[in-house]
């Protein structure tokens, strides 16, 4: 695929996140402020909200290491797959209500059946990311959902660049859990994690419950800028593991800010 060609293929993926989760955010903000739908979080505006989902994406990247290294790939799967249909049932249920949790069953063994296809897989991918992403979302004030972006993205440069830990997790994954975007460019393809596209969607999202539809939708146009950045950056350095947060993180917090300014 050209590169300009794969450049807009994965505007197309971030935008999709971005519709589909707001849309799943709008559904469960109205849950979550009529009673109706729990929130992800029992504090969602404090920043120990943050602080514990932070441990918690600490507590899961160890377990899969730990499993990875005992050989245990058939747990790996089963609860990769398992977490994965939570995601695609929050994004049905949250857009079809009731028939949304029979079109999940349908879909998702097919889209099983079809993972080796990297547009289904990512298909589904944009669905999982959507529903978890705008969840969590919708359950966290802005403020704490911004803290929580900027610790991930400083945790992401660490486990690249200093304990290669994430390294070590994407390179045992490749082709056992279908846990990254695959864009294909030229001759090879370009690996971009659920998180990468997940958390900045959290953010967004919180503003959107915190704020209004314009300043959410400037803060995901500069994390898109983020991720063109990003693709413009590694376009030519094959052979390369680099953080993808951070830059789309940078990209959503200017988006905020601009919102505030010009809003």
């Known amino acids: 695929m050209k590169p300009l060609h794969s450049l807009i293929y994965l505007t197309v993926i971030f935008l999709l996140i971005q519709g589909l989760g707001f849309s799943v955010g709008l559904a469960m903000i109205s849950g979550i402020a009529e009673g109706v739908i729990e929130p992800a979080v029992s504090e969602g505006d404090s920043p120990k909200s943050s602080v514990n989902i932070f441990i918690y994406v600490l507590v899961l990247t160890a377990i899969l290491l730990g499993l990875f290294k005992l050989g245990l790939d058939l747990i790996i799967k089963v609860l990769t797959y398992f977490a994965l249909y939570g995601?695609?049932?929050?994004?049905?249920?949250?857009?079809?209500?009731?028939?949304?949790?029979?079109?999940?069953?349908?879909?998702y063994p097919i889209a099983i059946i079809l993972r080796e296809r990297a547009h289904v897989s990512n298909l589904t991918l944009i669905f999982v990311v959507s529903g978890i992403g705008g969840f969590l979302g919708a359950s966290l004030a802005a403020f704490p959902a911004l803290f929580l972006v900027l610790i991930l993205a400083a945790y992401d440069l660490v486990a690249v660049f200093g304990t290669k830990h994430m390294v070590t997790l994407a390179e045992k994954a490749k082709g056992k859990i279908p846990f990254m975007f695959i864009i294909p460019v030229r001759d090879r393809e370009l690996g971009l994690?659920?998180?990468?596209?997940?958390?900045?969607?959290?953010f967004t999202v919180s503003v959107l419950r915190d704020y209004a539809m314009a300043n959410a939708t400037l803060t995901a146009l500069g994390g898109l800028a983020g991720v063109i950045w990003l693709f413009t950056y590694t376009l030519d350095k094959e052979g390369v593991t680099l953080p993808a947060l951070p830059p789309i993180a940078i990209g959503a917090f200017s988006g905020f800010v601009a919102s505030l300014i010009v809003l």
């Open 87 to 107: 995601g695609v049932f929050l994004t049905f249920t949250a857009l079809w209500d009731d028939i949304g949790f029979i079109l999940s069953l349908i879909y």
């Open 193 to 202: 994690g659920t998180g990468d596209l997940a958390i900045p969607l959290v």
